[in-house]
């Protein structure tokens, strides 16, 4: 057997959308990574079926939002019916100031294929397909992965060395097992049956994500973009599985909703659960564990994906940072502590929709949709529900995070408006601050001593309509002001990811960076996104 080793700074087990995120973002960042993918190519079957505004902004930092937007569906309604089709909760999410629409119907191999494009400009990133990690060890100063290849042909047996691993494996992942790290949580009794179809005909709600909230079967009936769709039915008692996804059967539950061969060519049928787990411990030494080896949740309001994309949001410019030098490793414990909290926050919400769609009492269902009916009427409750209020803000009470002060505004995200700079037309926010920390304040300038070193920038909001100049944003849609107002604020001190790290007002001294040594050059620019399309 042959054998070869090589160094990195970061180890990705898994090239998923977590792993293929994370594997984008280090690179853009100039960290040597190596990728680990035990099949050749990507997964066929359509998964996740949706992703939100927020999930799109971590992209944006990858230069290939716009790409992937091209290939989603945004802005479609979203319906709760009850037996004979008739509506009795809609929803409308509205945007949560992340300057992206707030929900994104997807089709998930077209997603990974521009995400995986996205990789290949990065001559710092390795991809091994078609291998396997077969052991994890780690010691004071790195984590070993030990990989060989499922082409038998291939006998190499391949020592990967980094300072730190990324395990976005899954929710069965291999490495969490082998730490021993336990995955607490349930396993729904109730299994269900996804049918992926492709569409052939129209029908007037075929764009139209519909939960049919039917106690004699409740259904989700849902669209996919690039001419997708797909259907899902739970296993009833008593019925056997392998007949369920057999071609009659199949038809027999969509000639339910009217659809027949005319309509709709049938890809694939599948039977899975639904799971509610949480990984007991994120970082075991150098190792984290992402996505679905972190947590599962069900899938009734599409958020599964995109909170393992978050993760790796959170967790990648801090292992950056940390690499470089600029911050001490223990804030990579932060991870956790920020993380944790808003994915137990989105399940516990998911778990509550699940409830709505899955009761199967009839006289409960009956109750639910009268009490439904009536409570919308009330203005208040109805934007509450209808523009998705209740999903949980990202906004963080511990981790890295200084608040000295008592500023409300430390621990939220700030808001991504449309601004002007100098010498450049309208840009998001993200994008005029390029992944840097910066100090953003209205004015006047002062001093802030313990922020001057580095390459940290500083930067004053004006109002709309102000010329833009050298040292400003222009606030092109009044959001960025009156936000800073509401929280009390004059001067901000970003994180890389837009939270905000430090506050204060007035003469109030801004708390101290968290630096061992600060930032000394800015991140290199984003390579231009792929340009080529992708035909699933």
């Known amino acids: 057997m042959n ?50 505004e927020e999930t799109i902004r971590i992209w944006q930092g990858t230069g290939l939002a716009e790409r992937l937007k091209e290939d989603m569906l945004a802005g479609r309604p979203i319906d709760f019916v009850d037996a004979r089709g008739r509506s009795f909760l809609s929803l409308a999410p509205a945007p949560r100031g992340n300057g992206h ?36 060890e780690q010691d004071s100063d790195s984590v070993t992965v030990t990989v060989t290849a499922r082409d038998l042909t291939d006998d190499t047996l391949r020592t990967l060395r980094g300072a730190y691993l990324i395990a976005a494996d899954g929710g069965s992942s291999p490495i969490r097992t082998q730490l021993g790290v336990g995955f607490d949580g349930r396993t729904y009794h109730d299994r269900w049956v996804v049918i992926d179809a492709k569409v052939k005909r129209n ?80 970082r075991v030494g150098r190792t984290f564990f992402a996505g679905d080896a972190a947590h599962a949740m069900p899938p009734w309001i599409g958020e599964g994906m995109s909170s393992g994309v978050r993760d790796v949001g959170n967790l990648c410019w801090k ?151 050298p040292g400003t944003i222009v606030d092109a849609e009044d959001v960025l002001i009156p936000w800073m107002r509401r929280h009390r604020a004059t001067v901000l001190a970003l994180r890389p990811d837009a939270v905000v790290y430090a506050a204060a007002a007035g003469d109030a001294d801004l708390p101290c960076p968290p630096f061992v040594h600060p930032p000394q050059s800015p991140v290199a620019e984003q390579t231009p996104p792929p340009t080529a399309t992708t035909t699933p």
Do not use: K
């Not at 000639?255 to 709709?264: K, Q």
């Open 319 to 469: 292992l950056a940072a940390v690499l470089r030098g600029e911050l001490p490793a223990d804030v990579l414990d932060s991870f956790e502590a920020e993380r944790n909290p808003h994915v137990r926050a989105v399940t516990a919400q998911a778990v509550r929709f699940g409830r709505i769609i899955t009761e199967r009492r009839p006289g409960l269902t009956a109750l639910r949709n009268i009490a439904f009916r009536v409570v919308m009427r009330i203005p208040a409750i109805r934007a509450y529900m209808q523009e998705a209020r209740w999903f949980p803000d990202t906004t963080y009470r511990q981790g890295l995070l200084n608040h000295r002060g008592g500023n409300p505004a430390v621990g939220e995200q700030l808001p991504q408006p449309w601004v002007r700079t100098d010498g450049r037309d309208r840009v998001r926010l993200d994008d005029a601050l390029a992944g840097r920390w910066t100090l953003l304040h209205t004015g006047p300038a002062r001093p802030w001593p313990a922020w001057a070193a580095g390459d940290i920038a500083c930067l004053q909001v004006t109002p709309a309509g102000s010329a833009p100049a």
């Open 101 to 136: 629409p707030p929900q994104l119907f997807i089709y998930q191999p077209a997603m990974e294929q521009v995400l995986r494009d996205g990789v290949d400009r990065y001559p710092n990133v390795e991809v091994l397909l078609g291998h396997e990690c077969e052991a994890v």
């Open 3 to 52: 054998t070869e080793q090589h160094d990195y700074d970061v180890i990705i087990v898994g090239y998923g959308p977590v792993g293929v995120t994370a594997a984008n973002l280090l690179g853009g960042m100039g960290v040597r990574v190596a990728v680990v993918e035990r099949d050749s190519a990507i997964y066929p079957r359509a998964r996740a079926i949706s992703t939100d």
């Open 203 to 282: 029908w007037d709600t075929v764009d139209r994500l519909r939960f049919h909230c039917d106690p004699a079967r409740p259904a989700v009936d849902c669209p996919t973009p690039l001419g997708h769709h797909r259907w899902e039915f739970p296993v009833l008692p008593g019925e056997d599985e392998q007949a369920l996804v057999s071609h009659d059967y199949i038809w027999r539950l969509l000639r339910r909703y009217g659809r027949t061969s005319d309509d709709v060519e049938i890809l694939r049928a599948v039977v899975y659960n639904h799971h509610v787990r949480f990984a007991e411990r994120w």
